[in-house]
Each structure stands twice: as structure tokens, then as C-alpha cells.
């Protein structure tokens, strides 16, 4: 007894000298933690992280181009912002931006958007297409490789951005074939972050063309951003038919696959291709999809959208189109001289309750297709994501808050994160994850931009911050500031 009284013994005074000299250790480590300050600490707001379902007051501190703390206590920075009565959220994530110069990304910022990535037409040559930003841009872009633009260079098609004469309808040679996949593939090796396709633009192409470049990115593990062949409810050649033919590819191949802009494609058929593609994802096929908030859409007037037909496939007349430049109405006259000079027109074709099922739906991610140049373009270029939070979660109270910011920061992240391991940090609140970070208040948020007038910047959205850095501040942008990175697979 008395050897066992004397361990036990030597056993607490053992313990008794390591907490005597761990616990103030400790005390001190926590005391240098909150007396060094952090670079940005933003305090009070509501964090709401759609990823952790984290709703609740928290002081935030940044460090260099990361979130370092997320606490319920106090902390200290070098630069501090209150963010009572603000909501902080991750930053927007836009998987569909055609506008990618400064102008747009302009516009982007003032909607809350951090990363705009150009993923359905792409670009041909990605080395050049990424070196024309590097350090010039307010927020973060990338790009597809894309089967258009690269069709469009083997085939000599005199068109600027989309195909307008050769790529069109001629079928490709077994010599082009290769030629394509071959460009495609270098795509890919210069960090292309998927395979682009706007089949509807080049209806010409054969099916095997398509399969043949799936089965690519399915061996490269990249997804598919698929514009699919055709429109509407009309038969043969309906949008159910044209995802039938992308969706057997995924399944056949083992591609990931994402369907651009399920409403404008599906039109009143909408409900029928969502069955389509929830069916195949609870069968395990990678398919996604995304629309925006709006009951139009817009493109080239000159495309293969336009050929014979057109108003049938679409289901609107000559004065449901609008001419961008001027936003007046067409008339058969006016439509014929325009078709021939080419540029952009609005498609007045989307149903409101086909466009309030998308934005309701809990899996379709919200991208906006937008394009802005000179002010003019589609009000969907400057005001989808305020929109979103403004119209149909404060107004409408469609779909709650945390729903709508799922949609637009969490789920596009994931969408990409498989082939391109720098998204896991994007999207999401918690320490680690990049600085990329919106403030807004809830009860002001909305968008300015109209079908007139597409040219306007959100309002509510307070400040915006890309990899630790204010791109907006009180509402205002950050003039000389290009902290937005490169989204690439490397």
C-alpha cells in the first residue's frame, strides 16, 4: 500500500508540474492570439455559409488572401469594418459570364460576383486568353476550352465570337476531326477548367463529333458546359431531345456534364428536361444545370438560332425580339436589315413561371450568361445575383436566403472543385478558404439594371472584398485595385 500510495504520488506531482507549466503557456499563446492583429477583421455581421448552415453573428479576420479566424469573440485588425446589419456571405461564383474585361467585371463586383468564369463558348488559345487578364482584373476569371471557337478556327469561320458562314453546317472532315480534338487538347494542358460546347450555334456537327470529345473530357476528367442543340417543345429536334442526346453522351462516356441555361433552351418544355436530369443524377450520371433570373435571353442575330424555323422552335414573333443597341422592337423589315449587319438582340421568350421554377428549384445553380458592352446587353450582365436576393427572397420570399446563396457561391463551387482543386476554398466560410467575400444589406438589396437600360449597378451590396482585398467599399468600386486571380487546372 504505502509503494502504491508513493506512485500515485510521484504520478500527481508529475501532473501538477506539467499543468503548472502547459496551462500558462496556453493562457499566453491565447492572449498573443488575440492581441496580433489580423489585416481585415470584419465584426457583427450575419455570417451565413451555406456549406457548414452557419447563421449567426461573427467576427471574421482575414489574413493576406485567407479567412484565418470565423469566432464569436472579439477580434482585432489592422483595418476593422463594422458589419452590423449586414449579411456576410461567400462570394458569388458566375459559371456563365461572357463579359470578361474590365467593364463587366464591373459590373460583376457591384452584384456581389468574385470569380466570373466563361464556361459555354470558351476560348481557343488558353494561354493567350488567361495572359490578357494576369494581373489586370478586378475579380477572378477562367475559361473553358471551347469546341466553337476551336471549330470556328479549323474551319475558317469569318465570324468574330460565334460562328456565322464555315463552322456552321458543313460536316468536318476525319481531318479536322483530329485537327479539333487536337486543339482541345492543348487547351486542356494550358489549364482550361472544361470542354465548352455551344452545339446549337454549329447544328451542322455530328453527333460522333460531340460523343468523340466527351469521351476526351471524360479521360481528362473535365466537365462538359453544354449548350445543347436546339430549343423548345417542337418535335423532331425539341431541347428534351437535344439534353437526351448530352445526357447519353455523359452516360456512355462517363463525362461530367452541365446544361447552360435550362429555361431559355427548354422554354415551356422546362419541367420536362428537369425530369430529364434529376432522373439521370439520382441514376448516378454527373449532370447539373443553372439558369437566370429573368424571362428572356439574348444572342447573335446572325446565328444558326435564327435559321428557318426559328419562331416556331421559339415560340415568339418579330416584335418579341429587341435590338441591344437601340432596344427598339424588330418588324420583319427591321429583322431581315439586322440579321445581315449582325449583333446582339433580346429574346422576350421565357415564361414567368418557367423562369420562378428555376429560381426556385434547390439544384439549379444561377449563372448569368451576361454581356455588357458600352452599357448596352441584356440587364442579366449586371443585376442577376441582386435580383436573386433582392426580388425573390425579400420581395417574393420564393426561396430563403441561405437556398438562394447556395445557388450562386456553393453549388458552382462544387461543380468545378473535382477537375479544379482551387475551388475547394471558394464558396465557403471557414478558416482556410480564400478571402473572397460579400457584405450586403439584406433590406436594401436589388438590381437597377433593366431591358432599357442594362447598364446600371446593383445597390445594397456594401462591400466586396477578392482574396483579401476591397473591390468595393460602401457601395463605391476600388479604383486601382487588380486582385482577382486565375481560375485554371494546373
Known sequence: MKRSSFRWTLWLTALLTVATTIIPWAIDRAVDAQSTPYDIVLTGGRVLDPESQLDGVRNIGLQGNRIAAVSAGPLRGRVTVDATGLVIAPGLIDLHSHGQDDENYRFKARDGVTTALELEVGAADIPAWYAEREGKSLINFGVTVGHVPVRMKVMGD??????????????????????????????????????????????????????????????????????????????????????????????????????????????????????LIDGARKRGIDVTTEAYPYTAGMTGIETAIFDEGWQQKLGVGYGDLQWVATGERLTAESFARFRKQGGLVVIHSIPERIAHLAVTHPDIMIASDGLITGGKGHPRGAGSYARMLGRYVREEKSITLMQALRKMSLLPAQRLEKSVPMMRNKGRIRVGADADLILFDPARVIDRATFENPGQYSEGIRHVLVNGNFVVRDEKLVEGVKPGQAIRRR
Open 158 to 275: 469569318t465570324g468574330s465570337w460565334l460562328p456565322r458562314d464555315k463552322a456552321i453546317l458543313p460536316r468536318a472532315t476525319p481531318d479536322q476531326n483530329r485537327q479539333i480534338r487536337d486543339l482541345i487538347t492543348r487547351g486542356l494542358d494550358a489549364g482550361a477548367v472544361g470542354i465548352g460546347f455551344g452545339i446549337a450555334y454549329v447544328p451542322g456537327t455530328r453527333r460522333e463529333e460531340i460523343m468523340d470529345i466527351f469521351q476526351l473530357a471524360a479521360d481528362r476528367g473535365m466537365t462538359c458546359f453544354t449548350h445543347v442543340r436546339s430549343h423548345g417543345a417542337v418535335e423532331p429536334g425539341s431541347a428534351l431531345e437535344s439534353m437526351q442526346e448530352v445526357v447519353a453522351n455523359a452516360a456512355a462516356t462517363g463525362a461530367s456534364l452541365h446544361i447552360v441555361h435550362v429555361t431559355s433552351t427548354g422554354l415551356v418544355q422546362t419541367p420536362e428536361c428537369l425530369q
